[in-house]
């Protein structure tokens, strides 16, 4: 058995480097399945590796953040898991034999390789993963919002792997995109009082934060008082938004650093120092952190239906990517079932 599918793919190094691709699936080999993806969503990370910021090895079909069924097992693997609905972790392999990998850390594994950047994809029809990776979503969760899974055990990662959120907490969030809006939600939950804030121009997303109960506001119309948050969450990789960050945290506060800034910025570091700032932060996600994720949306802690903008055929892609990149709306997930192959 093999299948041709269409894959949204990163065909090379250098600029305009993403384009569809026709690939072809082998079947699922031993602790694998194969999965007919439903739905997967468009994320920053995808915008870096377009642009070369994110590591990649081309041609390969991006997509990482991933919801479908189990169509074919391969060996070894529970036939209970066919015809399932899942979101999927995101590492395809790992060392399994390093420190990191064995104390339940793989993102940190030095031999990790993911789907999506170094393995094909879930911007196709057609995926293989293997097995454990596979988490079942929940009835009340939409196919389409169920991709934000994976984002969402990003940001349980980020607070509470250390845990850095404490009943009573003040909380804010810097940056109203998914991430920060998914931050939000889990700090919330973790029993965080949470402001959330974004530009003038992130108007729809606050309207998004607000709609689920969080307080949001664009700055200007809030006054942010320095040294007041028991916690400050950055979640845009905006400079500025780091430095508000840090001048609001109060001394003995928590600084956690949650959206990437893809390129050196001036930070003072001795306010670290002065005001004994605890500063964490977490790379992508792990198995422990799915779990909470997934404990998460289990007791509708956290809401995703109203984070997607948008489901885009997958030879729309381009408009969502440009979409996406100019911060228009939230979230757009491309359904490879429409478009490319013509049903
Ligand atoms: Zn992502
Ligand atoms: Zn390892």
């Known amino acids: 058995m093999s299948l041709t599918t269409v894959g949204l793919s990163k065909l090379s190094t250098g600029p305009d480097s993403v384009g569809l691709r026709e690939v072809t699936i082998e079947e699922p080999g031993p602790g694998q399945v194969l999965l007919e993806v439903i739905s997967a969503g468009i994320c920053g990370t995808d915008l870096h590796i377009a642009d070369d ?7 390969v079909t991006m997509g990482h953040e991933v919801t479908g069924e189990v169509r074919a097992i391969g060996e070894g693997v529970d036939p ?3 015809d399932g609905r899942f979101a999927a972790e995101t590492y395809f392999e790992y060392c399994e034999s390093c420190g990191y990998c064995r104390t339940g850390s793989p993102n940190l594994c030095a031999q990790r390789r993911s789907f999506g950047s170094h393995v094909d994809g879930a911007f196709a029809r057609w995926l293989i993963l293997p097995a454990h990776n596979l988490h079942r979503l929940p009835d009340h969760v939409g196919w389409h919002a169920g991709s934000l899974a994976e984002p969402l ?12 959120v404490n009943a009573g907490d003040t909380v804010l969030v810097t940056g109203p995109g998914t991430i920060g809006v998914l931050t939000a939600q889990a700090a919330r939950a973790a029993g965080g009082d949470v402001t959330i ?11 998004i934060a607000a709609g689920l109960g969080l307080r949001a506001s664009a700055l200007g119309a809030i006054e942010i008082v320095p040294d007041s948050f028991d916690v400050v969450c950055e979640c845009s990789g905006a400079e500025a938004a780091g430095h508000l960050a840090l001048e609001s945290v109060r001394p003995r506060g928590r600084y956690v650093h949650v959206g990437i800034y893809g390129r050196p910025v001036t930070m003072e570091l001795d306010r670290i120092l002065y005001k004994e700032i605890t500063y964490t932060s977490g790379f992508a996600s792990t198995p422990r952190s799915w ?5 998460l949306l289990d007791r509708q802690l956290v809401d995703l ?3 997607v903008s948008e489901v885009v055929p997958i030879d729309e892609w381009r408009r969502a990517f440009d979409a996406t990149r100019g911060a228009e709306g939230m979230k757009y997930v491309i359904d490879p079932r429409t478009g490319g192959e013509g049903d």
């Open 80 to 82: 209970d898991l066919v």
């Open 291 to 295: 779990l909470r994720a997934m404990n």
């Open 197 to 207: 804030v974004g530009l003038p121009a992130d108007a729809t997303r606050l309207d």
């Open 53 to 59: 910021e994110f590591p990649s090895t081309p041609p």
């Open 305 to 307: 239906d109203p984070l």
């Open 153 to 164: 055990a990003c940001v349980t990662n980020c607070l509470f792997d250390p845990p850095v």
